[in-house]
């Protein structure tokens, strides 16, 4: 009986400190990266590329997926406002058949934006990879990423432990119902964000440089 008691207070114990942990890493990420992001466009810098954070353009049920719409019109947005050269449309494209990168480029050319200053990393599993190969594949030490705010913030917070100067344009975001589990879900994830960083994960493929003129 003593050994079970014991065995309830550790996993109490280290049921508080992760959730500790969890709302530790939310509050700093935010609090960091709040200063480096923004819904106006008047309050983004001029840089040369920006990144487009990948989703799925459709949901599990066939519907559009907002998230990928809405990152879609602020990228065609920055772009035209002159603030960006380029983008890079960073995304999933692990399974045969679902190509992230390949729908932003077809969506952001719908847009209006020249093919030749879209480019395409097939590698960007996860935020991490993403932010990290836009400055060891694509060569920038300063972006701006487009996404939902709160995944900018995380985005900001990765990039800046990596020695990217970087900015987050706020795509509009979902409604708070519809999106109530990828809320939920972020709180993991700002948590993971802090143990990649503590624990120097690295993306999960390389490759060869791509020049961007």
Do not use: C
Not at 93 to 122: C, H, R, T, W
């Amino acid at each position: 009986m003593k050994i079970i008691k014991n065995l309830i207070k550790i996993f109490l114990l280290l049921f508080v400190a992760g959730f500790l942990f969890i709302v530790f890493a939310n509050y700093s990420i935010k609090k960091e990266s709040d200063p480096f992001i923004s819904y106006a466009i008047s309050e983004i810098p001029k840089v040369k590329t920006a990144v487009v954070l990948g989703t799925n353009k459709s949901l599990s049920n066939g519907k559009p997926n907002p998230y990928f719409k809405y990152r879609i019109d602020a990228a065609a947005e920055l772009y035209r406002s002159g603030k960006i050269q380029t983008i890079i449309v960073s995304g999933d494209n692990s399974v045969k058949g679902y190509n992230e990168p390949e729908q932003m480029k077809l969506d952001l050319i719908v847009n209006g934006i020249p093919a030749e200053k879209i480019y395409e990393d097939f590698a960007g599993f996860r935020t991490l990879d993403s932010v990290v190969r836009a400055k060891e594949i694509f060569g920038q030490n300063k972006v701006i990423f487009i996404s939902q705010k709160f995944h900018n913030e995380r985005a900001v917070f990765l990039a800046k432990n990596h020695g990217i100067e970087a900015f987050g344009y706020n795509a509009k975001d979902v409604n708070k119902y519809a999106g109530l589990k990828t809320n939920l879900r972020e709180y993991l994830a700002k948590a993971k964000a802090y143990l990649d960083i503590w624990f120097h994960v690295e993306p999960k493929f390389g490759g060869e440089k791509i020049l961007i003129p």
